[in-house]
Each structure stands twice: as C-alpha cells, then as structure tokens.
C-alpha cells in the first residue's frame, strides 16, 4: 500500500481541493461516467444534479473509493487517490439509506469509524460528545436506530461521517427520505454546519430546489457528462443549453430564427410567425437557427396588456391568447395561455394580496408580456 502514499504528482498549491481530469467509468457496454472534469474548491458546497441514471451517484462513489475510474485521475490536495483505499481517504460518505447498524446504540453508530482507525478511547469519548452535540442528538445516545424518527436517524448518520473530520463529506439523496418540512428544515441545518465547519460537502441530488438551496455552485449532469457548472443564480437566468433549460425550472421555449440585430437586440421570428425581441446576448451568436427561452414568472399578464406599451413598444413583447388553465399554488397562481398563434405560454404570478378582486380565469382573452432584457438566446 506504500504506493497509495506517494509524492503528489502535481503541487497542492498549483490545484484546487479537489481535481477531476478527465473521468470515465464504464458497466460493460454502459457508459456511466464520460471523461468528466471537474474543480471543487476548499470550504465550497458543491451540487452533483441530474435526472436518474446520469452518472451523478456513480461519480459520487469513485470520489469516495467504492468503484475505480477507467480512465482519468481524481486528485485530492494534489494526489492522486484512485489507489487509495476507502478508509484511507480523507474522504467520507453518507448514504442515502443512512447505513445504520440497527444493532448499535447512537453513541457507538458514531463511534464506529473511530474504533476502527484505532483511536483512543478517551478521544473517542471527546469526539462522539462533540458530534452529539454538533447534531443535536443530545439526551438520545443510548437509543437504538429503530428507536429514532426519520430525521434523528438522518442526523446519526450525519455525524458519524463528520467524526473523522474528512476534507470531503459526500452527501448521496441525503434528505430523500425526510418528509417537505422536514426536508426544508434539515436544508437550512446542512447549511449552518457546512458554514460552521469550513469542510468542503458535495451532494448529490435530482431534486432541483434543494441544489439550488443549499450549493454555492452546481454542475448539472445529463447521459454521464457535465452540461453546465454555476452558481444557482446562473444555471437559472442564464442556461448555456436548451437542455438545462428545461431541466432547471419551468421555461417557455419559441423556436424560430435570428431575423436582425439592431439597436443592442435580436429579433428572432418565431416558427408561428411572431417575432420576439432580445437583448444582445453575452455571446454572439453564432448560429440562425435558435430558441428563446423565457421563464414563467417573467411574462405578465393583464386584460389590457402593459400601461407603458404605447409609449415604449419596442421594449415590450407582446403576445394575445386566451387562457385555458388556472392553477392556484398559495403563493403564486400558474396561468397557461394559448396564444392566437397556437403556441402555448406559461405565467406564474405572485399572489400578493389575500384576496384578489380582479383575478384572471379559464376562457378570458389576455394579454402577455414581456421585457427583451428576461429573454435567453439558446442555440440548437
């Protein structure tokens, strides 16, 4: 195993924390994993998203040892540490299923790993308070798994892979199992911990609101490569494909052409005879064909259309439709539109008053709006 320690390859200070070049994994014929590359920084609170079966878990678990790369290096801290055995890693996991040992009391679920890298007992004493502490798991440490809510279980496991104080915690559906309110407190809490901490957490989710509550950048996988790494922010406003606009939120796509750029737009007609003004992209397009997309809670609805449309018409979007169905949600109110074209829009409005007098229904004729500046420009 001498070989598993040796001199990194590269300078730590010359990399990031963590460094993925070039990745690959295959399952026979399946291509799981497709030559990924990928920087995570120290103290960053990384998302690994994507639909099912796109590589995300099992990228997750050559970070952590459990499968081998084919091809490419994984370096932490400047090694290489595809040689390096799971429980020698700086690196720890917590499962989906959380992996308790229903046998164990919660002390010893935590003390596991401390006892087995032959800690002494009175440190083991020492960090095990800590953890319970840390979690908030005091007055329940003689309690068996079987013993505990969802949650409490949730956070045993949390703290029996924090107790080795890894540099790398990965976090495989950790809150899959937790119920909305649940899931939404424990969110916060993971947050606070990873602030308090300063150790580097990647998670790896499907569920979109968590990435984007809780990382300070995301990459979002599809078919075993990454499509595009952001802050949230970024991934929302401005996707860099057609496919991660669709997967991040709800979005209006118009299909259509590039018609001219004039006066810091483009004009795109659209494939049902409109036309759509942009603001100029941050790149230049680079191709005719395109989408534009324009997310629900950007287009505004009225029966009249905008007050400022006469005065500034060539600011506004404007569409004409008929809406075809209401959806209240609490704090905001889904309208789709079909629009004399054909095409179809979608609008999320917020509900900002208790009780609304003037509210929109099935069967009205509308009018939707929207500024050049909300519109995103997606080559095909």
């Known amino acids: 195993m001498a070989v598993a320690h040796a001199t990194p390859v590269v300078p730590a200070e010359d990399l990031p924390l963590l460094r993925i070049e070039g990745v690959s994994k295959n399952f026979g014929t399946f291509r799981a994993v497709d030559r990924l590359s990928l920087d995570i920084g120290a103290g960053e609170f990384f998302a690994l998203l994507g639909p099912s079966g796109c590589g995300k878990t099992t990228l997750l678990r050559m970070l952590a040892g459990f499968e081998t790369p084919d091809e490419g290096r994984i370096l932490l801290g400047g090694r290489d540490i595809a040689p390096v055995l799971p429980h020698e890693r700086p690196v720890n996991m917590m499962f989906q299923n959380y992996a308790l040992f229903p046998h164990l009391s919660v002390w010893d679920n935590i003390a596991f790993g401390l006892k087995r890298a032959g800690m002494a007992g009175a440190a083991i004493d020492t960090r095990v308070g800590e953890m319970v502490a840390l979690v ?21 496991a949390l703290a029996r892979s924090l107790a080795r104080r890894p540099k790398v915690l990965l976090l495989d559906e950790p809150l899959a199992a937790l119920d909305k309110k649940l899931r939404e407190s424990t969110q916060q809490e993971l947050m606070e911990l990873q602030r308090r901490l300063g150790m580097t957490f990647i998670v790896v989710t499907h569920d979109q609101e968590e990435a984007m509550t809780m990382a300070n950048r995301i990459g979002v996988m599809n078919a075993g490569r990454l499509e595009q790494v952001a802050t949230p922010r970024d991934l929302y406003e401005v996707p860099v494909s057609r496919w991660v606009a669709g997967f991040v939120g709800d979005i209006n796509l118009f299909d259509g052409e590039v018609a001219s750029h004039e006066q810091h737009r483009v004009r795109i007609a659209t494939r049902d005879g409109g036309i759509i003004a942009v603001a100029e992209p941050r790149r230049m397009v680079a191709k005719t064909v395109v989408a534009v997309a324009i997310r629900p809670e950007k287009v505004k609805l009225s029966r009249r259309g905008p007050e400022s449309d006469a005065v500034n018409s060539q600011a506004i979007n404007r569409l004409d439709g008929v809406i075809t169905d209401v959806s209240y949600l609490g704090g905001s109110t889904v309208y789709k539109i079909r629009l004399d074209s054909g095409a179809v829009v979608r609008s999320s409005m917020a509900n900002t008053a208790r009780l609304e007098i003037d509210t929109l229904s099935a069967g009205q004729r509308v009018v939707a709006w929207f500024s050049p500046d909300d519109c995103v420009v997606l080559e095909k």
Not at 136 to 156: A, H, I, N
């Open 136 to 156: 908030k798991l005091d007055g329940l440490e003689k309690r068996k798994p079987d013993q505990l809510s969802g949650g409490q279980r949730q956070r045993v």
